[in-house]
T-cell receptor
Framework: AQTVTQSQPEMSVQEAETVTLSCTYD???????LFWYKQPPSRQMILVIRQEAYKQQNATENRFSVNFQKAAKSFSLKISDSQLGDAAMYFCAYSGSARQLTFGSGTQLTVLP | DTEVTQTPKHLVMGMTNKKSLKCEQHMGHRAMYWYKQKAKKPPELMFV???????INESVPSRFSPECPNSSLLNLHLHALQPEDSALYLC?????????????FGNGTRLTVT
């Protein structure tokens, strides 16, 4: 079975600074996708970024980018120029042959003004 | 604005009540999902519908009964719930159940069972 591990229950960052959230996963599959979702206090889970395992190029979406290390099974999220609106719970997730999301335990990000 | 609409936003019910949660999407998605989420925990998958057919039931107690009347609507019927069923219930949809098809979530229904 696949597992997703987020080892940082809480992180904080100063506004306008950069922060990196860690995620590791375990799988024997070769074809899969990895996702980062954020969940602000409004409760809605919002897709931040998606990475296909076969693509070597790291995905980027504006201020959000990933460092995908397939051999190390690592998928970290970098948030640049952090904004107050980035404060949320961030979940790393895996989707493979079962076509179901396996979520990590989450990292609560606080942005300090 | 969320493209997946869930009603009600909050629900308080007694253990003998019958209630329903509703979810609607108009993105033409053919897969819809129910998740249960406890505070500060990741969502747990309950049910998956694909092309209006139930494709996954993650050993959910029978007091939870899903229904997919059409491709845009998803209901979750609740009956004889227990206090431990209090949680945030999230609905999601995706274009299909393809490998990389991202899920779009609603704002959830906060359920309290008294």
């Amino acid at each position: 079975a696949q597992t997703v591990t987020q080892s940082q229950p809480e992180m904080s960052v100063q506004e306008a600074e950069t922060v990196t959230l860690s995620c590791t996963y375990d799988t024997s599959e070769s074809d899969y996708y990895l996702f980062w979702y954020k969940q602000p206090p409004s409760r809605q889970m919002i897709l931040v970024i998606r990475q296909e395992a076969y693509k070597q190029q790291n995905a980027t979406e504006n201020r959000f980018s990933v460092n995908f290390q397939k051999a190390a099974k690592s998928f970290s999220l970098k948030i640049s120029d952090s904004q107050l609106g980035d404060a949320a719970m961030y979940f790393c997730a895996y989707s493979g042959s079962a076509r179901q999301l396996t979520f990590g335990s989450g990292t609560q990000l606080t942005v300090l003004p | 604005d969320t493209e997946v609409t869930q009603t009600p936003k909050h629900l308080v019910m007694g253990m003998t009540n019958k209630k329903s949660l509703k979810c609607e999407q108009h993105m033409g998605h053919r897969a819809m999902y129910w998740y249960k989420q406890k505070a500060k925990k990741p969502p747990e998958l309950m049910f998956v519908y694909s092309y209006e057919k139930l494709s996954i039931n993650e050993s959910v107690p029978s007091r939870f009964s899903p229904e997919c009347p059409n491709s845009s609507l998803l209901n979750l019927h609740l009956h004889a719930l227990q206090p431990e069923d209090s949680a945030l219930y999230l609905c999601a949809s995706s274009q299909d159940r393809g490998l990389g098809s991202p899920l779009h979530f609603g704002n959830g229904t906060r359920l309290t069972v008294t």
